[in-house]
């Protein structure tokens, strides 16, 4: 048997044509042999001829949306016989878009490129002007001589972050940022992302609570003594139940991390992250909310805004947690029941006078009280008249006499005690009260000053109603007792009584506690129409005649 060589001569490849001629009847077709040869080579001609038509396709349409896709399994592949020619090549076209020549879809594709574009510029506009809007909302909070006050060397500026919350001029914020700062309290401002902050305004506290570390604001003046227009942008207190976890954050402030240390002046500065937890505080379900976004010093205070720019917290304080970073924010849940709870709707109010810092008294957390600290009645001019009887020689309306021929007490003289709307003539009935207490004084703040400072405070001369003669059951009775626990007994009094109070503990930087401040307010009331504040300040020891016949029982 020959053998079969597939690599042999020209006579051995299979792949050549050969036909042979088989007679049978006639009706019998001559059928020339199938020629793979040349069906291999028609479908790769086929094939790559598809595959180049793709390519151009996609070329020429350079953009996804428009792409026309080759529909392969559409395509009709037909093995040739000898003499055929090569057969047309049927294809299916799955168009994305109408059918058009390429040239109208070209243009098409530009014509949304160029919308999308004046989108994207839209979107960027309208971004930009929230975030600047964002940025009028946030303000810096700057505060001067932090420390114990004890020397110099130990005053330092705090800075932070706060948020506006009426058109007013109200400002929440973190506690722990003025904490041991007895000096002003500025704001500092920009309207724009790309400016730093300058300081524009002075701010006084007008409500506070260590417990909760939050802190309320009132803007009271400009820098440059321009009017207030009462027309700031602000936040709307909203709420924490729409959100859920993994909602996203945004948080804006002012931290220190952007400037060089040396300076407030800073931009605004914007981190994310997402809600990543809630935790109950102040008998609100979702009194903190735990995030993993970036807050850093200076953050404190600033805004939490949700994915629809609402205000939903401000940065409190962080914690590590392993590698991690957790930021907790205090909720407006707990802001709004704060505000309502404590009665503060009466603080939110354009009043004509100074509103005080309100403050709860902590007795655990301040030193205890001392008379002797405050050294009260010293004779400062070394004459042997002390301040109880100089006092008394300027309040008298006539000329006093004394015990002895050296003068150093007073014996007698006419003192008006409007306490009780009567006159006296005998020292020995008087004592001299300090109209605010020295115990009241030290816990609303006192106990923060130095000797010097409690020394000029327990003696002062310069200012007719910090010591003040009367009746001596009555300044006893009287005691240490804010307005929430005594009143004096002349109601007629009441009206200057409370205004005196107001601004001599506004002049000394000293709080009031809330029950005080509304036993205030509620003095106030009996002002007649035609007194105001700055009638209630006395110019002489003495008061005048028309108050006297005004108070007189």
């Known amino acids: 048997m020959t053998s079969y060589n597939p690599f042999g001569g020209e006579d051995n490849n299979p792949f050549e044509d050969k036909i042979e001629e088989i007679h049978l009847d006639e009706n019998i077709q001559i059928i020339k042999p199938f020629n793979l040869k040349k069906y291999l080579l028609v479908s790769s001609f086929v094939i790559t001829s598809l595959f180049s038509i793709g390519l151009l396709v996609n070329f020429l349409s350079n953009d996804s949306s428009t792409v026309k896709a080759i529909n392969i399994d559409k395509v009709d592949i037909i093995p040739y016989e000898d003499n055929q020619t090569v057969p047309e090549v049927s294809t299916t076209i799955a168009e994305v878009n109408e059918s058009t020549t390429y040239e109208e879809s070209n243009e098409s594709i530009n014509l949304e490129a160029v919308k999308k574009t004046d989108e994207t510029d ?42 506006l919350i009426s058109s007013d001029g109200l400002i929440i914020s973190n506690h722990h940022i ?50 207030l227009d009462n027309t700031f942008e602000y936040f709307e207190l909203s709420g924490t139940d729409e959100l859920v976890l993994g909602d996203g954050l945004e948080i804006w402030g002012f931290p220190t991390a952007r400037g060089d240390g040396t ?15 809630f935790e109950s505080d102040y008998q609100i379900k979702r009194g903190w909310i735990v995030t993993d ?22 940065p409190t304080f962080g914690t590590t947690e392993g590698a991690s970073w957790i930021s907790y924010l205090r909720s407006v849940d707990v802001i709004k029941a704060w505000l309502s709870e404590t009665n503060s709707s009466p603080l939110l109010t354009n009043f004509s006078f100074p509103q005080l810092t ?45 015990t002895k021929a050296d003068n150093c007490y007073v014996q007698s003289g006419k003192w008006f005690d409007p306490y009780n709307g009567e006159f006296f003539y005998f020292a020995s009935d008087l004592d001299i009260d300090h109209f605010i207490p020295l115990y009241n004084a030290h816990l609303s703040g006192g106990w923060k000053w130095d000797v010097n400072k409690k020394t000029e405070f327990a003696n002062s001369l310069l200012d007719p ?44 930087g000293l709080t009031a506690t809330l029950s005080e401040w509304n036993s205030l307010l509620e003095m106030i009331d009996t002002c007649p129409n035609n007194f105001t504040y700055d009638d209630a300040k006395n110019s002489d020891h003495k008061m005048s005649t028309e108050k006297v016949l005004k108070y007189e029982q």
């Open 263 to 277: 300076t407030y002046s800073l931009k605004i500065n914007l981190t994310k992250g997402t809600v990543s937890g």
């Open 122 to 163: 839209v979107d960027t506009q309208n971004e930009l002007i929230d975030q600047n809007l964002i940025t009028q909302k946030t303000i810096q909070v700057v505060a001067e001589e932090c420390g114990l006050g004890i020397n110099d060397k130990e005053n330092s500026t705090a800075v932070g972050s706060g948020v």
């Open 465 to 508: 109603d910090i010591l003040i003669a009367v009746k001596n059951s009555t300044n006893r009775e009287k005691g240490a007792s804010a307005p929430d626990e005594w009143k004096p007994q002349n109601m007629k009094y009441w009206c200057e009584y409370a205004f005196d109070w107001i601004r001599i503990k506004h002049e000394w």
């Open 358 to 402: 309100i403050r709860e008294h902590s007795i655990s957390n301040i030193p205890k009280y001392s008379r002797e600290d405050w050294n009260s009645w010293i004779d400062d001019d070394l004459d042997c008249q002390n301040t109880r009887h100089e006092n008394l020689q300027l309040e008298s309306f006539v000329n006093v006499l004394f």
């Open 178 to 227: 003025i904490e041991d700062c007895v000096g002003d309290i500025y704001v500092a401002t920009t309207n724009d992302v790309d400016t730093p902050t300058s300081i524009k305004y002075r701010a006084e506290v007008i409500q506070e609570s260590i417990e909760l570390d939050l802190i309320l604001l009132k803007i009271t003046s400009s820098i440059d003594n321009t009017p």
């Open 293 to 314: 976004a970036d807050v850093t010093y200076g953050n404190s205070g600033g805004a939490a805004l949700d994915k629809l720019g609402r205000l939903v917290g401000i």
